[in-house]
């Protein structure tokens, strides 16, 4: 790519509704997965323990607030990377290792390169009124997206290195697959279905097939009508039948950095009533200020 190209990509701006949703739904995910553990009646006096906890709530509450949203989401990536590292790899806290973790931190990572707080957020809100008050234009809700793509260029990555750690015969002809079910289902009894051995096959070849193909195809804007439907019910297949955690919720959160940011801004005006069908959202939001407000994340 030439630095032309890299230039027109760093600059390329757009509605933030996707990737402010994309904030929103992290958080929830975040506090679904550690709240629990990070209680501070759980510390037991560890003063290390209380201190974690404090930090995780109070950048978390502010970023899915988004109050101060470039600084919080930072401070929301410096506390998930010293949970992974510090605790999870030195601490000895295997299960703040797995890779569903390691998913959500790494994208909350990426969330602090984008402007997630100029949508469904208190900076915007207040921004609003600032503007209001001085009569100047409304800022509209718009930014540089390039951080968008690591979040999407993040999920291609995991299903190319997924599908090539499938990439095997014992993935490849059912066994691993088998083994998972009645693990789950049966223990170590065989499950009684005939022909069972032969499904797992054609599933596990699915399955490796599938995730050489969706990190590409998710980023061809005219199949979307049927990719992301086939992505999403992937994963809830996958949440419905093993034990997967917070991985299809984020996933499907993650599709959201797919989609054109216009077409989930306008998606989302026709929901609220705001514009009629087949009529174009962007025409009905006020002018971009490129002063004051409009130009902080």
């Not at 027109?8 to 990737?19: K, Q």
């Not at 469904?120 to 509209?140: C, H, I, N, T, W």
């Not at 079910?181 to 699915?206: E, M, N």
């Not at 996958?238 to 077409?263: E, G, H, I, R």
């Amino acid at each position: 790519m030439s630095v032309g190209r890299w230039v027109e990509f760093a600059n390329r701006r757009g509605s933030t509704r996707a990737v402010g949703l994309i904030r929103i739904g992290l958080v929830l995910l975040l506090w679904s997965r550690f709240a629990n553990e990070l209680q501070l009646f759980k510390s037991h006096g560890n003063p290390w323990h209380i201190a974690l906890s404090l930090a995780f709530f109070l950048s978390t509450t502010a970023l899915f607030l988004g109050w101060k949203t470039r600084i919080s989401a930072v401070l929301t990536a410096a506390v998930l990377s010293w949970m992974y590292v510090g605790w999870g790899f030195y601490g000895d806290r295997s299960d703040w290792t797995h890779h569903n973790t390691y998913l959500l931190v790494i994208s909350s990572v990426w969330l602090a390169f984008t402007p997630c707080g100029r949508s469904f957020s208190l900076d915007r809100f207040l921004d609003l009124r600032r503007a209001e008050a001085a009569g100047r234009e409304l800022p509209k809700e718009e930014g540089y997206l390039w951080g968008t793509t690591l979040l999407s260029a993040q999920v291609s990555a995991l299903y190319l290195f997924s599908a090539w750690d499938k990439s095997s015969w014992f993935f490849l002809s059912g066994q691993h697959l088998e083994q998972t079910l009645r693990h789950f289902y049966t223990g170590s009894d065989p499950i009684g279905i005939p022909g069972f051995g032969v499904l797992c096959c054609v599933l596990a070849v699915g399955t490796v097939g599938l995730e050489y193909f969706l990190p590409v195809a998710l980023y061809v804007r005219r199949w979307h009508r049927w990719t992301v439907p086939l992505g999403l019910a992937f994963h809830g297949v996958l949440y419905l039948v093993l034990s997967v955690a917070t991985f299809s919720l984020t996933m499907a959160v993650l599709y959201l950095a797919y989609l054109d940011p216009q077409d989930v801004h306008d998606a989302i005006e026709r929901m609220l009533g705001r514009v009629s069908p087949g009529e174009p959202s962007h025409h009905k939001q006020p002018p971009s200020s490129h002063t004051g407000a409009a130009d902080r994340g």
